[in-house]
Nanobody
Framework: QVQLVESGGGLVQAGGSLRLSCVVS????????IGWHRQAPGKQREFVAS???????SYTDSVKGRFTISRDNAKNTVHLQMNSLKPEDTAVYYC?????????WGQGTQVTVFS
C-alpha cells in the first residue's frame, strides 16, 4: 500500500502564495508518478499538476506560470508551490500517486483564497 499525507493548505489573500507538501510512504518503489488534483465546491475533481518518476512535469493551463511541482526524493515528498493565487484556486487539494495498477489518494488539504 501507499500512504499520502498532504499539508500546507490554508487561508491566503489573492496574489499570495502557499506551498503544499505531500509525504509519500509505503510501497513506493513502483510509483510511476505523483500529482495534485483539486475539487472546488459543487465541481468535479480536476487535474492540477504532476511529476513523473523520470522528472517530467505537467500542468493544467490555468496554473501554468503560477504553480510549480517538485520533489525531494530524500524526504519522499512532493511539493506544489502556488504563487499569484486567485479566488478561483479555492478548493480541496488532493495528492495522488499512481502505478500501472491503481491510483492512491491522500485525504486532501483545504486552500482558500480571498479577494
Amino acid at each position: 500500500q501507499v500512504q499520502l499525507v498532504e499539508s500546507g493548505g490554508g487561508l491566503v489573500q489573492a496574489g499570495g502564495s502557499l506551498r503544499l507538501s505531500c509525504v509519500v510512504s509505503g510501497r513506493t518503489f513502483n510509483i510511476d508518478g505523483i500529482g495534485w488534483h483539486r475539487q472546488a465546491p459543487g465541481k468535479q475533481r480536476e487535474f492540477v499538476a504532476s511529476i513523473s518518476s523520470g522528472g517530467s512535469t505537467s500542468y493544467t493551463d490555468s496554473v501554468k506560470g503560477r504553480f510549480t511541482i517538485s520533489r525531494d526524493n530524500a524526504k519522499n515528498t512532493v511539493h506544489l508551490q502556488m504563487n499569484s493565487l486567485k479566488p478561483e484556486d479555492t478548493a480541496v487539494y488532493y495528492c495522488s500517486a499512481w502505478t500501472i495498477a491503481t491510483t492512491h489518494w491522500g485525504q486532501g488539504t483545504q486552500v482558500t483564497v480571498f479577494s
